[in-house]
Protein backbone atom coordinates (compact mmCIF):
# COMPACT_ATOMS: atom_id res chain seq x y z
CA UNK A 1 0.00 0.00 0.00
CA UNK A 2 1.31 3.75 -0.33
CA UNK A 3 2.56 6.17 1.93
CA UNK A 4 0.34 8.75 3.42
CA UNK A 5 2.94 11.28 1.26
CA UNK A 6 3.34 9.60 -1.96
CA UNK A 7 -0.36 10.06 -2.90
CA UNK A 8 -1.43 13.30 -0.55
CA UNK A 9 0.11 16.39 -0.07
CA UNK A 10 -0.46 18.56 3.09
CA UNK A 11 -1.24 22.78 2.40
CA UNK A 12 -1.00 25.18 5.22
CA UNK A 13 -2.73 28.13 4.95
CA UNK A 14 -2.94 30.90 7.90
CA UNK A 15 -1.57 27.94 9.79
CA UNK A 16 -4.51 25.90 8.86
CA UNK A 17 -3.64 22.90 7.14
CA UNK A 18 -5.18 20.96 4.31
CA UNK A 19 -4.73 17.42 2.71
CA UNK A 20 -4.83 17.55 -0.62
CA UNK A 21 -5.16 14.38 -3.43
CA UNK A 22 -2.28 14.18 -5.96
CA UNK A 23 -4.14 11.64 -8.03
CA UNK A 24 -7.89 10.84 -8.83
CA UNK A 25 -9.60 7.97 -7.02
CA UNK A 26 -12.80 5.68 -8.00
CA UNK A 27 -15.15 5.29 -5.20
CA UNK A 28 -14.14 2.68 -2.86
CA UNK A 29 -10.86 2.82 -3.99
CA UNK A 30 -8.27 2.78 -1.05
CA UNK A 31 -6.10 5.97 -0.91
CA UNK A 32 -3.62 5.12 2.25
CA UNK A 33 -2.78 2.97 5.30
CA UNK A 34 -3.80 4.39 8.57
CA UNK A 35 -0.60 5.04 10.57
CA UNK A 36 -0.86 2.85 13.55
CA UNK A 37 2.64 2.85 15.27
CA UNK A 38 1.41 5.20 18.35
CA UNK A 39 -1.85 3.88 19.54
CA UNK A 40 -2.42 5.91 23.02
CA UNK A 41 -5.72 5.94 25.36
CA UNK A 42 -6.53 8.94 24.81
CA UNK A 43 -7.59 11.50 22.39
CA UNK A 44 -6.16 14.45 21.44
CA UNK A 45 -5.86 16.75 17.97
CA UNK A 46 -3.77 14.26 16.35
CA UNK A 47 -5.39 10.81 16.76
CA UNK A 48 -8.28 8.88 15.36
CA UNK A 49 -10.34 6.44 17.27
CA UNK A 50 -10.00 3.03 16.34
CA UNK A 51 -11.68 1.32 19.32
CA UNK A 52 -12.93 1.58 23.27
CA UNK A 53 -9.92 3.19 24.50
CA UNK A 54 -7.45 3.57 21.20
CA UNK A 55 -6.83 6.18 19.52
CA UNK A 56 -4.14 6.03 17.05
CA UNK A 57 -1.92 8.94 16.50
CA UNK A 58 -2.15 9.95 12.92
CA UNK A 59 0.79 11.76 12.32
CA UNK A 60 0.64 13.62 8.56
CA UNK A 61 -2.77 12.44 8.19
CA UNK A 62 -4.18 14.97 10.62
CA UNK A 63 -4.17 17.64 8.09
CA UNK A 64 -7.58 15.76 7.40
CA UNK A 65 -10.76 17.67 7.64
CA UNK A 66 -13.98 17.33 8.68
CA UNK A 67 -16.73 17.70 6.31
CA UNK A 68 -20.41 16.58 7.07
CA UNK A 69 -20.77 15.56 3.14
CA UNK A 70 -17.31 13.91 3.36
CA UNK A 71 -15.54 12.30 0.12
CA UNK A 72 -13.37 9.65 2.04
CA UNK A 73 -13.85 7.25 5.34
CA UNK A 74 -11.48 5.88 7.75
CA UNK A 75 -12.09 2.08 7.44
CA UNK A 76 -10.80 1.20 11.49
CA UNK A 77 -10.99 -2.32 11.01
CA UNK A 78 -8.86 -2.47 8.12
CA UNK A 79 -6.65 0.42 9.05
CA UNK A 80 -7.39 1.93 5.40
CA UNK A 81 -8.23 5.83 4.10
CA UNK A 82 -10.89 4.97 1.38
CA UNK A 83 -12.68 6.66 -1.31
CA UNK A 84 -16.54 7.73 -0.34
CA UNK A 85 -17.05 9.08 -3.70
CA UNK A 86 -15.24 10.44 -7.19
CA UNK A 87 -12.00 12.01 -6.04
CA UNK A 88 -10.11 14.16 -8.98
CA UNK A 89 -6.51 15.33 -8.68
CA UNK A 90 -6.32 18.41 -6.47
CA UNK A 91 -9.51 17.98 -4.21
CA UNK A 92 -9.37 18.18 -0.45
CA UNK A 93 -9.48 15.13 1.19
CA UNK A 94 -12.79 15.25 4.39
CA UNK A 95 -13.67 12.68 6.30
CA UNK A 96 -16.57 12.57 9.11
CA UNK A 97 -15.11 13.02 12.42
CA UNK A 98 -17.87 11.39 14.47
CA UNK A 99 -17.46 8.34 12.15
CA UNK A 100 -14.49 7.21 14.49
CA UNK A 101 -14.83 9.62 17.25
CA UNK A 102 -17.64 9.10 20.52
CA UNK A 103 -16.31 11.74 22.30
CA UNK A 104 -13.95 14.87 20.89
CA UNK A 105 -10.90 15.65 22.93
CA UNK A 106 -11.03 19.45 21.41
CA UNK A 107 -15.03 20.18 20.14
CA UNK A 108 -15.37 22.52 17.09
CA UNK A 109 -18.09 24.41 15.33
CA UNK A 110 -18.29 23.36 11.41
CA UNK A 111 -18.58 25.94 8.80
CA UNK A 112 -18.66 22.85 5.97
CA UNK A 113 -22.08 24.47 4.67
CA UNK A 114 -23.65 21.39 3.58
CA UNK A 115 -27.12 20.42 3.68
CA UNK A 116 -26.79 18.28 6.60
CA UNK A 117 -24.43 20.05 8.50
CA UNK A 118 -24.29 19.10 12.19
CA UNK A 119 -23.10 22.42 13.39
CA UNK A 120 -21.33 21.44 16.27
CA UNK A 121 -18.66 18.77 16.10
CA UNK A 122 -17.86 16.61 19.69
CA UNK A 123 -18.07 13.11 19.03
CA UNK A 124 -21.00 10.55 17.74
CA UNK A 125 -22.33 10.51 21.45
CA UNK A 126 -23.92 13.96 20.52
CA UNK A 127 -25.64 12.89 17.74
CA UNK A 128 -28.93 11.53 17.04
CA UNK A 129 -28.61 7.90 15.25
CA UNK A 130 -30.99 9.78 12.09
CA UNK A 131 -27.91 11.45 11.30
CA UNK A 132 -25.82 8.75 12.56
CA UNK A 133 -27.03 6.24 9.89
CA UNK A 134 -26.44 8.31 7.04
CA UNK A 135 -22.87 8.08 7.52
CA UNK A 136 -20.15 5.46 7.36
CA UNK A 137 -19.83 4.72 11.03
CA UNK A 138 -16.70 2.11 12.49
CA UNK A 139 -17.67 -0.61 14.78
CA UNK A 140 -16.74 0.56 17.60
CA UNK A 141 -19.15 3.46 16.93
CA UNK A 142 -21.77 0.91 16.65
CA UNK A 143 -21.21 -0.51 19.82
CA UNK A 144 -21.00 2.85 21.68
CA UNK A 145 -24.40 3.36 20.29
CA UNK A 146 -26.09 -0.11 21.03
CA UNK A 147 -24.62 0.63 24.47
CA UNK A 148 -25.84 3.66 24.56
CA UNK A 149 -29.37 2.66 24.05
CA UNK A 150 -29.18 -0.22 26.61
CA UNK A 151 -28.49 1.75 29.15
CA UNK A 152 -31.59 4.67 28.26
CA UNK A 153 -33.92 1.80 27.80
CA UNK A 154 -32.47 0.71 31.76
CA UNK A 155 -33.13 4.19 32.57
CA UNK A 156 -36.66 4.46 31.72
CA UNK A 157 -36.84 1.39 33.38
CA UNK A 158 -36.21 2.39 36.73
CA UNK A 159 -38.59 5.60 36.25
CA UNK A 160 -41.48 3.39 35.97
ZN1 LIG B 1 -20.71 20.66 8.65
Given at each position: ??????S????T?????????K???????V????????????P????????H???????????????C???V????????????????????L????????????????CL????????V?????????????R??????I?D??VE????TK???????
Open positions: MTTIMELSIKENKFRTLVSRAYKKGEICAIPSEDIREKNRYTVQIADKHTHVGKLAALNHSDPNFLDTQHMEMVAAREIEKGDEFFFYPSTEWEMDAPFICGSANCINVAGARFLPLSTLEHYLNSHRYMLVKNNNLIKIK
